[in-house]
């Protein structure tokens, strides 16, 4: 009997509006335990998404019954940081149900829309690549891809950001201190997970190690389901958590410290305690390396066990299983596999380094050396000592046939050692990678190109081009169009009379054949509109700054980062103030002033990693600006200057719908593809942009009419940098006045002023801000120009949504299913 019921499952679970109701007190009453006294809009939350996970589940357990019995290949997608959000509004989206209960809360005498807000995001991740790993999972499912996710369920996701008197404060992410209502946790899937230790020959020939002692945790398993759209396949995202190990070393006990080993015990729960909250900076700490094998060594035993569930050959695993790296962070799962497979089932070498380098792939995410990752040899051989004898003997194997490739060259054979023999001794863990996967991918064209003719050239010679591929970023559109904007999608919907773009972006093309009709722009216009004023209200709530709607809404989002250049853009937000300033001195009027200057707003938010003290002094100055600007009654409203405090996933969801012009500035070469340029452009956002990254294909795609482009090529910035340390010029006279003013005082006298201007100043000037600083200011001149013609500007609106069929993630998946994984999708029996 318990077997025909759980098959029959909650699979065809009711979804009319009565049984909702029903299902929702249920969990009220009998999994949460409220009464009409204590239920407050948190724990309706709750039981609506507890009633929403239930269908979840029942999706879930008939996909992953499929998955196994169509015994089909599967691609374990491997990544320390998913950056999801919220889920239960893209929950109810993709199983198409919004409007059974939207009025069956309605009758229960709350709103669907507010209970969205009770939702506290989920940060695992700190930026583009995290939030890279949420869109792929959304596609995955969405494309009945037999695909698992696996991560670590990190207890502080990224820090929360307050503005405390104009600079950032970071406070902890505390996300999980309730019940988290999506995860399952798994007690009885749990793996141990050995640190430290020693390695003891068991047998000289054939020769039989085994790795002993150390400390041991437990790695425990915490499912959480991933809808599709469009489908009723659902698949898992599984996050490991550390726990204390289940045998405990009596020793300890009998030495009569109870306490102590009780308290060492749960020393071991740190593993899994934070989220490094690091972008584009490498930091050799120890428990960085802790949590990265912590969770390589529990996902390859979970995979091999499943894999393992028929008889096998080892061979086979790389028609079974293909395991994608997301960037290095999990490539030592490159030298776990390579070790379980010789230590602990017996394989010969050669044999085993075969099977391990057909199952693995790895995608890099930037050429920022600061950003590659190198563990110093002492601390990686104190950690794993089996693994650092492991990496000798691959990376002997290795240069013998460097050797026999290029004889003598002794320069090729330092390069591309996966020893990097300068003090402190170190691994890099990106060759590791490269040796140890069939492809590696960048995440856009331009990426792609320099990582085959720069740092990774010697490799790409030598494994010749097939090895490396373009995977170019792509957004998912259910989060990023359907969800964040609902008037958009309508619109969308109504002029392409169907919502077939939702699962199909390439249809966003049809609206091309609208676009001299002037209702289509009126639609464009009016969601617009809208959508600022939904923003508009947000500034004013969280910034108390009132914002004119009409105004240009000019935004920068993301991470504070130098070579993003959030810099330049407040730069010339000062110039732009200055001008307004010496008109309104010259005696202009209102008409003048309103005729000489467009009226913008400034918007800016993102986290400064809390070491990078350049990124912070950047966020200061920006506060301080924005204090002087929006309290000068000469500017009025012409412009206002603000920062948004603690950029996440949701608010971001009402930001990219409310962007005019969106800033990708970034010194070209060095943003790897950028995502968010997809989220704002396909919100019907211009672009002003350098030729980098991802950008350049939009470009490409909407037609350079579109966009504002400007600045050096990304094949002219050595050339740049070498000539301003040979013959530096001087500041260009705009950079030069703006740099005065805050020198002397126009934004207030703060210590981290001159630590500013001195870091990019004269022959200083690693990003470029002085060489494209005039070719920026004439871009955002072209800017104001579209944007006081409306019709030429949401001509161009238009244009770009329309374009933008190819930067669905939808599409980037597709790519890795076919070229690299070679995995077909599986929809549920
Ligand atoms: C991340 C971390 C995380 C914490 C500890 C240390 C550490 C060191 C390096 C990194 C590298 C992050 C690389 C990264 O986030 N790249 C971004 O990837 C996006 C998705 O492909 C891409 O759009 C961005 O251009 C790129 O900067």
């Known amino acids: 009997l318990l077997w025909t019921l759980l098959t029959q499952g909650m699979e065809n679970m009711d979804r009319d509006v009565e049984s909702i109701q029903k299902h929702i007190v249920n969990h009220c009453q009998f999994t949460l335990a409220r009464t009409q006294f204590n239920l407050d809009s948190f724990g309706l939350y709750q039981a609506t998404a507890l009633s929403i996970k239930d269908h979840l589940l029942g999706m879930w357990n008939v996909t992953q019954q499929t998955f196994t019995n169509k015994?089909?290949?599967?691609?374990?997608?491997?990544?320390?940081?998913?950056?999801?959000?919220r889920a239960l509004q893209n929950a109810v989206l993709n199983l198409d149900i919004e409007g059974e209960y939207s009025q069956a809360l309605m009758e229960l005498g709350t709103d669907l829309e507010k209970l969205y807000e009770e939702e506290k995001d989920a940060a695992l991740g700190n930026g583009g690549l995290g939030r890279l790993a949420a869109c792929f999972m959304d596609s995955l499912a969405t494309l009945d891809y037999p695909a698992w996710g696996y991560g670590i369920r990190y207890r502080y996701g990224m820090f929360a950001q307050k503005i405390v008197d104009g600079a950032q404060v970071e406070f902890p992410d505390?996300?999980?201190?309730?019940?988290?209502?999506?995860?399952?946790?798994?007690?009885?899937?749990?793996?141990?997970?050995?640190?430290?230790?020693?390695?003891?020959?068991?047998?000289?020939?054939?020769?039989?190690?085994?790795?002993?002692?150390?400390?041991?945790?437990?790695?425990?398993?915490?499912?959480?389901?991933?809808?599709?759209?469009?489908?009723?396949?659902?698949?898992?995202?599984?996050?490991?958590?550390?726990?204390?190990?289940?045998?405990?070393?009596?020793?300890?006990?009998?030495?009569?410290?109870y306490l102590g080993a009780i308290e060492d015990r749960h020393k071991s729960e740190n593993i899994s305690q934070v989220l490094y909250p690091n972008d584009n900076t490498y930091m050799g700490k120890e428990l960085r390396l802790k949590q990265q094998y912590f969770f390589v060594r529990a996902t390859l035993q979970d995979i091999l066990r499943r894999f393992l569930k028929r008889p096998r050959e080892w061979e086979e695993l790389p028609d079974k299983v293909a395991i994608q790296l997301n960037d290095t962070h999990p490539s030592i799962g490159i030298v776990e596999l390579l070790r379980i497979l010789v230590d602990e089932h017996g394989l010969e070498f050669e044999r085993a380094w075969g099977i391990v380098v057909k199952s693995f792939h790895f995608t890099n995410h930037t050429v920022l050396p600061e950003a590659l990752e190198k563990w110093p040899v002492e601390l990686l051989g104190h950690l794993l000592p089996r693994h650092l004898d492991l990496i000798y003997d691959i990376n002997y194997r290795f240069l013998q046939q460097?050797?026999?490739?290029?004889?003598?060259?002794?320069?090729?054979?330092?390069?591309?050692?996966?020893?990097?023999?300068?003090?402190?001794?170190?691994?890099?863990?990106?060759?590791?990678?490269?040796?140890?996967?069939?492809?590696?991918?960048?995440?856009a064209a331009?990426?792609?190109?320099?990582?085959?003719?720069?740092?990774?050239?010697?490799?790409?010679?030598?494994?010749?081009?097939?090895?490396?591929?373009?995977?170019?970023?792509?957004?998912?559109?259910?989060?990023?169009?359907?969800?964040?904007?609902?008037?958009?999608?309508?619109?969308?919907?109504?002029?392409?009379?169907?919502?077939?773009?939702?699962?199909?972006?390439?249809?966003?093309?049809?609206?091309?054949?609208?676009?001299?009709?002037?209702?289509l722009a009126a639609d464009f216009a009016r969601v617009k509109r809208a959508n600022k004023?939904?923003?508009?209200?947000?500034?004013?709530?969280?910034?108390?700054?009132?914002?004119?709607?009409?105004?240009?809404?000019?935004?920068?989002?993301?991470?504070?980062?130098?070579?993003?250049?959030?810099?330049?853009?407040?730069?010339?937000?000062?110039?732009r103030y200055l001008a307004i300033k010496e008109a309104v001195a010259g005696g202009a009027s209102k008409a003048e002033l309103a005729a000489a200057f467009v009226a913008r707003v400034s918007i800016f938010a993102g986290k400064a990693a809390p070491g990078y003290h350049n990124a912070k002094r950047i966020i200061r100055l920006i506060t301080a600006v924005a204090d002087v600007v929006n309290n000068d009654p000469d500017v009025g409203s012409l412009l206002k200057v603000v920062f948004m405090p603690n950029y996440n996933v949701s608010l971001a969801e009402v930001i990219f719908p409310g962007t005019d012009l969106s800033e990708q500035i970034s010194c070209s070469g060095m943003e790897a593809s950028g995502t968010g340029v997809g989220k704002a452009t396909l919100n019907g956002a211009l672009l002003i942009c350098t030729m980098d990254g991802a950008s350049i294909e939009i470009a490409e795609e909407i037609g350079h009419d579109q966009v504002f482009v400007f600045g050096a090529l990304a094949s002219e910035v050595d050339g740049l940098r070498a000539q301003v340390q040979f013959n530096t010029p001087p500041d260009c006279a705009p950079l030069a006045k703006a740099k005065a003013a805050i020198r002397d005082g126009t934004f207030g006298n703060y210590d981290e002023f001159p630590l500013l201007l001195d870091s990019f100043s004269g022959r200083n000037d690693y990003y470029l801000i002085n060489t494209d600083f005039e070719s920026y200011l004439d871009a955002q001149a072209r800017a104001d120009a579209v944007y006081r013609d409306q019709d030429a500007w949401l001509r161009k609106a238009i244009l770009s949504t329309a374009g933008m069929g190819f930067f669905s993630s939808d599409r980037t998946i597709r790519q890795y299913a076919e070229e690299i994984w070679g995995v077909k999708p599986c929809p549920r029996e």
């Open 174 to 257: 505390y996300w999980i201190s309730y019940l988290n209502v999506w995860e399952i946790p798994r007690i009885d899937v749990s793996y141990s997970v050995r640190f430290y230790g020693e390695v003891r020959v068991v047998s000289d020939s054939p020769r039989v190690v085994e790795w002993v002692g150390g400390e041991v945790v437990q790695a425990v398993a915490y499912d959480v389901p991933i809808p599709g759209y469009g489908t009723k396949n659902c698949i898992n995202l599984r996050l490991w958590s550390a726990k204390p190990a289940k045998e405990f070393d009596l020793q300890s006990f009998n030495q009569g410290d």
């Open 533 to 575: 004023v939904r923003l508009a209200e947000l500034i004013q709530s969280t910034n108390g700054i009132e914002v004119d709607p009409d105004a240009l809404f000019d935004i920068q989002v993301k991470r504070i980062h130098e070579y993003k250049r959030q810099l330049m853009n407040i730069l010339a937000v000062i110039v």
């Open 446 to 519: 331009l990426h792609t190109q320099l990582l085959k003719t720069t740092i990774f050239k010697d490799f790409c010679e030598f494994f010749g081009e097939s090895k490396f591929q373009n995977k170019t970023n792509g957004v998912t559109p259910r989060r990023w169009l359907h969800q964040a904007n609902p008037g958009l999608a309508a619109v969308i919907t109504s002029w392409l009379e169907s919502d077939a773009w939702i699962a199909n972006l390439d249809e966003l093309a049809g609206l091309r054949a609208h676009i001299d009709n002037p209702e």
């Open 71 to 85: 015994d089909v290949k599967r691609v374990y997608y491997l990544s320390l940081e998913f950056l999801v959000g």
């Open 402 to 443: 460097v050797q026999a490739w290029r004889p003598g060259d002794m320069d090729v054979l330092a390069r591309m050692s996966l020893i990097d023999e300068a003090h402190p001794r170190s691994i890099r863990m990106a060759n590791l990678a490269i040796i140890g996967s069939t492809h590696v991918n960048g995440v």
